[in-house]
């Protein structure tokens, strides 16, 4: 047996490399997922309640995790992805314990090290703080919890266990599949178990009461801030919406183009995964761990089906199940090589692993934060947005609105300036939905009454997302509020090079016009 110190030292090396690996990528710019998280954040703080002044259909715990960290490490991309890369630190110790809870620690650290690099892998986005990475902090929390309570058979850390799992269902939907992986733990005890009905029935009510009490808390703070009607229209009236407009046919065209490219990223890593599959044909501790792995397995994978959307982040779900499966596959080798050099044989293919791992990811990082971004999300204006925002912020007192007119939050949050309107996304005005006309008379009333300072105008397909059916109202409503009252001072193209991209005042004149489709316009109030 693995002693207790060399097991921590040998985690404290997993986590110490993979710190430095994400450290060289801390300073890309933020995507649009995270600029909306950090400016709802941004609010809290100053006091004003999630959906008062902008609308999503998340729920609001994720943006309470972004207040703390804006609070705990400062209001900057750096900052939050440094606090993600301590949130995957703590990630990478839970995959661990859960590891060592179902292998050797040998297999655990295997685990352990499998997580830190696939949670890394730009496939799915694992270098971007995006709310999948707490929903699994909180996820995994109340798993090894609630493993540490079918041992113990304590109540009190049912409870526990069920308000982890809670807590992630409110920092995303997409965290209820956990929540019911936890009811197929007691399903398990009570078949495997013979557990009787009254005992699994008082086991059951204790994680229930714990797996609501954050939803019922988080409800009942929103009403109190007078903002719970919105709230449950955008998370569940509109939510319905969004969720039935992808079928079936075009969810898995997604789900194949997804996979392949994630599998492509990395071969290796998923092909050692992959072969734990087998790992019941020849261990017995594998045997005993799969219906746990194979369950985590199914309802990692129900997180990350809802709306057949199969986003690049939403994998990051199945990302501990894949990797505890990993640790399956290293118990074959010490049937080839005895159990201590078995331990060896097991160290040596770690390394060699994250060796390949560091090779095939070395684009990741040597490139250069603004390059970075737009290998991973091509033309949208992830890194023109910083450009943007200190021109805004120079140009603009503290206390002026200012309107975007795309879906680039992460404007707002560089800038530190109010939206004029509480749509911070574009897309459901384009959607095929009922709602969506309505929210384009309402976008343009709000922006109308607040008379913004700038608008910025941000003329790029993936910040739109039209379709042939979307109403063309509010771009013809732009045209002339624009001419009424207001004067082009900048303009970007996305697509020029970086000395000729950004015109600002009177160079305006002598630029070209960006391709449409491909161009940022900033309008002045006269």
């Known amino acids: 047996m693995m002693k207790s110190r060399l097991q921590w030292a040998a985690l404290a090396a997993i986590i110490a490399a993979s710190f430095v690996l994400r450290l060289q990528v801390m300073d890309i710019p933020f995507e649009r997922d995270e600029g909306e998280y950090a400016y709802a954040a941004q609010l809290m703080l100053d006091g004003v309640p999630p959906f008062k002044e902008a609308y999503n259909m998340k729920f609001p715990g994720i943006y309470a995790v972004y207040a703390a960290i804006l609070f705990l490490f400062g209001q900057t991309h750096w900052g939050v ?33 499998m997580f830190a690099m696939l949670s890394f892998l730009p496939s799915v986005q694992g270098i971007m703080a995006n709310s999948e990475h707490f929903v699994l902090l909180a996820a995994l929390a109340g ?34 599949a956990f929540i019911l992986f936890g009811y197929f733990l007691f399903a398990l005890d ?21 797996a609501i009490a954050p939803f019922v808390t ?32 075009t969810g898995m065209s997604r789900l194949r183009f997804e996979t392949a490219n994630i599998f492509f990223s990395s071969p290796l890593l998923w092909i050692f995964c992959a072969a ?17 792995i194979a369950g985590l397995l199914a309802f990692s994978a129900l997180a990350v089906a809802p709306g057949f959307f199969f986003r690049p982040h939403y994998f990051i779900y199945i990302l501990p199940a ?91 949050f560089y800038s530190r300036r109010r939206s004029a309107t509480g749509f911070i996304y574009t897309y459901p005005l384009m959607e095929r939905q009922q709602f969506a006309i309505d929210m384009q008379k309402k976008m343009m009333d709000e922006i109308k009454r607040a008379s913004p300072a700038l608008l910025v105008f941000v003329d790029i397909k993936f910040s739109w997302g039209a379709n042939e059916d979307s109403s063309t109202e509010i771009f013809d409503w732009l045209r002339d509020f624009v001419a009424e ?15 000729r991209k950004y015109s600002w005042g009177k160079d305006i004149e002598n630029a070209p016009a960006p391709e449409p489709g491909y161009g940022i316009y900033i309008y002045r109030k006269n």
């Open 81 to 113: 992805h440094l606090a993600l890369a301590c949130v995957n630190a703590a990630t990478i110790v839970l995959v661990f314990l859960i590891g060592r809870r179902l292998f050797d620690p040998v297999a655990a650290l295997a685990a352990a090290l």
């Open 276 to 292: 734990g599959l087998l790992s019941p044909l020849w261990n017995k501790e594998a045997r005993k761990a799969w219906p746990f």
């Open 322 to 412: 894949a990797s505890l499966i990993f640790a399956g596959t290293t118990t074959a080798l010490p049937l080839f090589f005895g159990k201590r050099k078995g331990a060896m044989a097991t160290a040596a293919l770690c390394i060699a692993l994250f060796a390949s791992f560091v090779y095939t990811q070395r684009w990741v990082l040597t490139s250069t934060p603004e390059a970075l971004s737009r290998d991973m999300y091509g033309y949208n204006p992830f890194p023109e947005a910083l450009v943007i925002s200190e021109y805004i912020s120079r140009n603009t007192a503290p206390d002026e609105k200012i309107a975007i007119l795309g879906s680039e939050p992460e404007i707002y």
């Open 218 to 249: 988080m409800c009942a703070l929103l009403y109190l801030s007078g903002v719970f009607s919105e709230f449950w229209f955008w998370t569940f009236t509109y939510a319905r919406e969004y969720v039935s407009g992808t079928d079936f046919s």
């Open 190 to 210: 009570y078949l495997r178990k013979g557990m009787g009905l009254k005992k699994t029935g008082a086991r059951v009510a204790a994680f229930t009461l714990g």
């Open 485 to 499: 009252g207001y004067s082009l001072t900048g303009m970007v193209d996305i697509k020029a090079a970086e000395d």
């Open 143 to 176: 798993i090894l919890v609630i493993m540490k309570a079918r041992e113990d058979r304590s109540v009190l850390m049912l409870f526990l266990g069920g308000l982890f799992l809670g807590a992630g269902y409110t920092i995303k939907q997409h965290g209820a």
